[in-house]
């Protein structure tokens, strides 16, 4: 008996949380795609980050400092659309 209600409680939460990301503006096709391109420029920019901090070979940095170099521009355009 305790396990059916355990399980109501874990759907009502599921329904709650479902319901508070509708619930926010909605964003047109154009919008979505800016946010998602935005997204995966800051993750691939964390990443570049990242793996500066280990490396170690010189060439290696200089490229990953090309790279971030390269992504912070991509976000800048980004930010002005």
Same mark, same amino acid.
């Given at each position: 008996?305790?396990?059916?209600?355990? =399980?109501? #409680?874990?759907?009502?939460?599921?329904? $709650?949380? #479902?319901? =508070? +990301?509708?619930?926010?503006?909605?964003? #047109?096709? !154009?919008?979505? /795609?800016?946010?998602?391109? &935005?997204? %995966?420029?800051?993750?691939?920019? /964390? &990443?570049? *980050? $990242?793996?500066?901090?280990? $490396? %170690?070979?010189?060439?290696? +940095?200089?490229?990953? !400092?090309? %790279? *971030?170099? !390269?992504?912070? &521009?991509?976000? #800048?355009?980004? $930010?002005?659309?």
């Amino acid at each position: 008996m305790a396990r059916g209600w355990e =399980s109501k #409680s874990v759907e009502a939460q599921q329904d $709650a949380a #479902s319901e =508070s +990301r509708r619930a926010g503006p909605q964003l #047109s096709r !154009e919008q979505a /795609a800016l946010e998602a391109k &935005r997204a %995966t420029l800051l993750l691939a920019r /964390a &990443r570049a *980050i $990242a793996d500066l901090n280990a $490396a %170690t070979a010189p060439a290696h +940095r200089v490229m990953l !400092e090309e %790279t *971030i170099a !390269e992504l912070d &521009r991509q976000l #800048s355009a980004a $930010a002005r659309r």
